[in-house]
């Protein structure tokens, strides 16, 4: 099966200017989060979809930020415009609503490696 | 204001010994708690949890312990191997499907 994926992997880029990141889920899974984990930090939530709806977005910083999962699948999280302190791994991940077997699913995430960004 | 603590940065450990790593909460709400693993360069994996319900987790070399009174978990690791050098996120929710609130991590080392 495969895993989460994320790109670009490594995004260098000034203050003021914008980025997108690009995540896509497990096959099947209904909800994706997107996490910003700053260095020495835990990741922190930005933003929750179930399917194609916003579930919890009340972290994210939408001066700057906004992302979207127009088709239920495939997500991508923007920044714009880009501040310092933006500078982070911003972690895609998703998870089913019930786990194999029927149970429902006790909070287990799969993670995607990740999409570190440097703001000089 | 951090719901999930994890107040030891790092720890060290002689392969074969056992690694207990802590975590603390402050919201009564929390009714599952999970343990993370991850390795640089890498998205952080699934390790154990345990259900509010119950006070003690196992699998393998590895147990969660949760003392719901004291609002406070570990992860123990017997016997840890230099493998399992990682940094070790708890995290909690409150009911399935919720977002996980992570604390800071733990940097374990095991020494061979």
């Known amino acids: 099966e495969a895993g989460v994926a994320q790109s670009p992997r490594y995004k260098i880029i000034e203050k003021r200017q914008s980025v997108a990141f690009w995540c896509n889920p497990i096959?099947?899974?209904?909800?994706l989060y997107w996490y910003q984990q700053i260095l020495g930090q835990g990741p922190k939530l930005l933003i929750q979809?179930?399917?194609?709806?916003?579930?919890?977005d009340s972290q994210l910083p939408k001066d700057r930020f906004s992302a979207e999962r127009l088709k239920g699948v495939d997500s991508t999280l923007k920044i714009q415009p880009a501040k310092l302190e933006d500078s982070a791994v911003y972690l895609c991940?998703?998870?089913?609503?019930?786990?194999?077997?029927?149970?429902?699913?006790?909070?287990?995430?799969?993670f995607g490696e990740g999409s570190r960004l440097t703001v000089l | 204001d951090q719901q999930v603590k994890q107040n030891s940065p790092s720890l060290s450990v002689q392969e074969g010994r056992i690694s207990i790593l802590n975590c603390d909460y402050t919201?009564?709400?929390?009714?599952?708690f999970l343990w993370y693993k991850k390795y640089p360069a890498e998205g952080p994996t699934f390790l154990i949890s345990?259900?509010?319900?119950?006070d003690k987790n196992e699998d393998g070399r590895f147990t969660v312990f949760l003392n719901k009174s004291a609002k406070h978990l570990s992860l123990h690791i017997v016997p840890s191997q230099p493998g399992d050098s990682a940094v070790y996120f708890c995290?909690?929710?409150?009911?399935?499907?919720?977002?996980?609130?992570f604390g800071k991590g733990t940097r374990l080392s095991v020494i061979a």
């Open positions: 991940a998703s998870s089913p609503l019930r786990l194999a077997g029927g149970q429902t699913n006790t909070g287990e995430l799969f």
């Open positions: 096959s099947g899974h209904a909800t």
């Open positions: 979809f179930q399917n194609n709806g916003v579930v919890d």
């Open positions: 919201n009564s709400m929390f009714d599952y």
């Open positions: 345990i259900s509010s319900i119950k």
């Open positions: 995290a909690a929710s409150v009911s399935g499907n919720t977002p996980l609130v």
